[in-house]
């Protein structure tokens, strides 16, 4: 298989090389004109790209196209149109035109919009990516494209997020002419997601209906075993994984993904695959078909990959470690210490932004990863703290202190160094240990955002660190331009930006209650859930900086507010209504035929002889009673709950959900996970934990 790996990476891509190879030299020049440039194709270009591309895909297999976009929904759509086109005699022919590559007409009533559009107002646009390559998927050739409704808002994650790689790439340029480079173009952020992932076999999947409903477990007693013992973590790969693992690296490869990493996670049934850097917008397409793959291939293998953030209670959670750079289009990355004088003062001038932009936009980055299954995971000893930090490491924090304080720096090698910008050590890049409690942490060229969820889109959280970055330039950019010298300039602006914002800088164990204290202290925000989280995503700064950058309007931002808070409600709504739906017709009943057997046996031996001794099974009776009787009452509790949610604002049936029907969620949880315990396995309706997590074997 090695050896055929270079064949068949990226073989059903329309890729530039087959662009190359099957375009002539002026369609093809203008194509990449329009990449470079920004300029919109001819008609003419669009014609001759549109027929060698049908051309290609009927080549491989394909007898349809379809505009493969991210509605808000954080999934992938598609409508699927086939070739053909008919011809005199009743026949047909293999057709495909540059207008139908370049835009199409979906319905657009059923996705969200977030009050962007009526109901009745269905037409919907979608619009060619021309800077995503398109690819073949299930016999379809999936055009990348973003999507709009009929009065322009964008209703995807695309187009905002290609505008605020454009926005970003304008404001990191003019900080690069400063420097005076002149051979710089473009400067495009890039992004390595690393996604995590469970693996359990379809049999036992099928019988638990919130897994099914809901993604993840709404009961589920702790087993006797978990991952106490660390042998899971880095453990060899069991047969039947390592074979679905090879088919998904095999299905990536041939997508142009570039897979690189795979390996057991710390839960049991818990593992992780991890690409290579690539553009922002390649990235964020990349994940949305590795999640999408990992689930097919997954189910060809009698298994089923789930990527909600805690399907399981009391073991380790999924997250995706976003890690995320700029680079320059001459191959510079911006994030890299150098180890000359003008290197060093870019370093420090791109981290100086990227702190201010941390500190002042934390709540806006809290956000972008506020949904309903990262609430079981931040804060949880398991995966970052909901308070918003950035980890630097020893080396390159002892740098920024001696700035601020102006204070000579002793490098690890005891070379005392006066820190203007121009003397700036050369800072290994593994220079520090990793921190896996820090959201935000330094790790030699790059920062990696681990807060993200595993199931989510990538989209949201580098949307959001693009344009903030954006905005942190600029202003550098404004004030530097107009400086009489520059040297000067920039090294007073380098030390009042460390000054004003070291506070978000934390390099500390962020699973302490004591990091909770100090981060209050500092005036850091601590918004523990999403309900809380999303209060803040309409902050009038947050609404500035997307207006001023051109990344939403203020109407599409307060859109995804909208949608945001809507996706929250109906989640807990949908697991609220499952667990009573698993309580009355399931777990009340299986206990009750429980309890009818043990009193037969009590009956039986009383009437067998009647001083035996049947304290046992009577306690365990009173036990079982007990605790269905709480059962039901909390189910009676939640049923009402759910049946009187505020008709007031979004944020407050938000908060209702959060603070009252999942409180009550969680005792009607303690109650069925205590019968379960006590419960024979032959009554019990559903596979225990234990038969779940170790269900591959």
């Known amino acids: 298989m090695s050896s055929k790996v270079p064949e068949i990476f990226g073989s059903m891509v329309f890729n530039e090389e087959v662009m190359r190879q099957r375009l002539s030299g002026a369609c093809y020049q203008g194509w990449k004109t329009c990449i470079e440039e920004g300029k919109p194709l001819t008609l003419e270009i669009a014609n001759e790209i549109a027929n060698a591309m049908k051309d290609w895909a009927i080549e491989k297999g394909a007898t349809h196209y379809t505009h493969w976009f991210q509605p808000m929904t954080g999934v992938t759509a598609e409508k699927h149109d086939s070739f053909i086109t008919p011809i005199e005699n009743g026949k047909v022919m293999m057709q495909f035109s540059g207008k139908e590559l370049v835009r199409g007409e979906p319905d657009a009533s059923s996705f969200p919009s977030g009050g962007l559009r009526a109901t009745f107002e269905a037409r919907g646009y979608t619009a060619w990516d021309p800077t995503a390559f398109a690819f073949i998927k299930d016999g379809s050739l999936c055009i990348p494209t973003v999507f709009c409704s009929y009065g322009g808002h964008a209703l995807d994650k695309k187009t905002p997020l290609l505008r605020s790689i454009d926005e970003l790439s304008r404001q990191a340029v003019r900080i690069m002419r400063l420097f005076g480079d002149s051979n710089v173009k473009r400067v495009i952020p890039q992004v390595g997601p690393e996604q995590e992932y469970f693996l359990v076999d379809k049999s036992v999947y099928d019988q638990r209906e919130d897994l099914i409903l809901t993604g993840r477990t709404l009961f589920g007693a702790k087993p006797p075993k978990g991952q106490e013992l660390d042998d899971h973590y880095f453990g060899s790969i069991k047969p039947r994984i390592a074979a679905y693992m090879a088919e998904l690296d095999e299905e990536l490869w041939k997508l142009g993904v570039l897979a690189r990493t795979k390996h057991n996670e710390v839960a049991p049934s818990q593992h992780e695959l991890a690409p290579i850097y690539t553009d922002a917008n390649t990235a964020c397409d990349h994940n949305q078909l590795t999640m999408e793959m990992m689930k097919k291939v997954a189910g060809r293998h009698g298994m089923v990959c789930l990527l909600h953030e805690k399907p399981f209670a009391g073991v380790n959670g999924s997250g995706k470690h976003n890690n995320w750079s700029i680079s320059t289009d001459t191959g510079l990355n911006l994030f890299k210490p150098g180890s000359t004088p003008s290197q060093n003062a870019r370093f420090l001038l791109f981290l100086a932004a990227f702190i201010k932009g941390v500190d002042e936009y934390q709540e806006l980055l809290r956000c972008t990863v506020a949904i309903p299954g990262n609430d079981h995971r931040l804060g949880a000893q398991e995966a970052p703290p909901a308070i918003i930090s950035i980890f630097l490491g020893d080396e390159l924090e002892g740098v920024v202190e001696s700035i601020i304080h102006g204070t000579k720096y002793v490098e690890q090698g005891k070379r005392q160094l006066n820190i203007g910008v121009d003397s700036l050590p050369q800072i290994p890049q593994d220079n520090t240990d990793r921190n896996r409690t820090s959201p935000l942490a330094f790790t030699g060229n790059k920062f990696e955002f681990r807060m993200l969820g595993s199931s989510q889109s990538i989209s949201g959280p580098n949307i959001a660190l693009n344009t ?51 981060a209050e202290k500092r005036g850091l925000a601590n918004l523990s859930c999403t309900a809380d989280a999303l ?73 067998a002889l009647a001083e035996l001794d049947c304290s046992t099974e009577e306690k365990l009776l009173r036990t079982l009673s007990g605790y269905s009787r709480s059962l039901m009452e909390a189910c009676e509790e939640l049923e009402n709950a759910i049946g009187q949610v505020p008709s007031g604002s979004l944020a407050e049936e938000a908060h209702y959900y959060r603070y009252t029907v999942f409180a009550i969620m969680e005792k009607v949880r303690a109650a069925a996970d205590a019968l379960e315990v006590i419960t024979s396995n032959k009554f019990w309706p559903y596979p225990s934990y234990a038969e779940i997590l170790f269900s591959i074997k």
């Open 468 to 518: 903030i970055m954006a905005e942190e330039l600029s202003q550098f950019a404004d004030v530097l331009e107009k400086a009489d010298d520059f040297g000067e300039a920039l090294n007073k602006l380098i030390k009042e930006t460390l000054t004003a914002h070291q506070r978000i800088i934390f390099n500390g164990n962020g699973y302490e209650d004591a990091w909770v204290k100090e």
């Open 535 to 607: 209060k803040t995503y309409l902050l009038p700064k947050n609404v500035e900086l997307f207006e001023k950058h051109g990344v939403y309007t203020k109407e599409e931002f307060a859109a995804r507010s909208e949608i945001h808070f809507e996706n929250y409600c109906k989640v807990i709504s949908i697991e609220a209504n499952t667990m009573v739906d698993m309580v009355k017709r399931d777990i009340y009943p299986a206990v009750c035929a429980f309890m009818k057997e043990v009193a037969g046996t009590v009956a039986a031996k009383k009437a």
